[in-house]
């Protein structure tokens, strides 16, 4: 009995660091910031906490709390376009904006901070020419 209960606490110990491992690694990478998702046009539907990075042409989006060793989305700058957005000063989350996304069709809404939004506006705006209306 005590070697099953030692098992599982090595097992959720190993857990619990290789997690906090992951986590504070996806944050300190240079162009990480944090960004909450959810499905659009349902305002019940919970957020998934996460971290979001910009790649070569591409935004990747990892849960918080997950082992995954890949991103849970992707989005292409190319197919990827912010159709509103809106403070939620009103909610109680100061120098927080909700972002509505459109990607392939599919409506999707981030939070993020202000100086995220910037950085999503100015990195969407400087995709190729052809290709700016994809900031409102």
Do not use: K, N
Request: proline share 6%; net charge positive; glycine share 10%.
């Amino acid at each position: 009995m005590l070697w099953t209960v030692l098992a599982v606490a090595l097992v959720l110990a190993l857990v619990l660091v290789v997690g906090t491992s992951r986590l504070r690694t996806l944050s300190h990478r240079v162009g990480s910031f944090q960004c909450g998702a959810r499905p659009g046009g349902s305002p019940q539907a919970p957020w998934s906490a996460g971290i979001a990075h910009y790649g070569v042409g591409r935004i990747d989006w990892w849960r918080c709390w997950s082992l995954a060793p890949r991103p849970a989305r992707s989005w292409r700058r190319d197919r990827l376009e912010v159709t509103g957005r809106a403070p939620l000063d009103l909610a109680g989350q100061a120098d927080q904006y909700l972002v509505r996304c459109r990607y392939d069709g599919t409506d999707f809404e981030l939070t993020m901070s202000a100086d995220a939004y910037a950085g999503l506006a100015s990195w969407l705006e400087s995709a190729p020419p052809g290709r700016r209306d994809l900031v409102v």
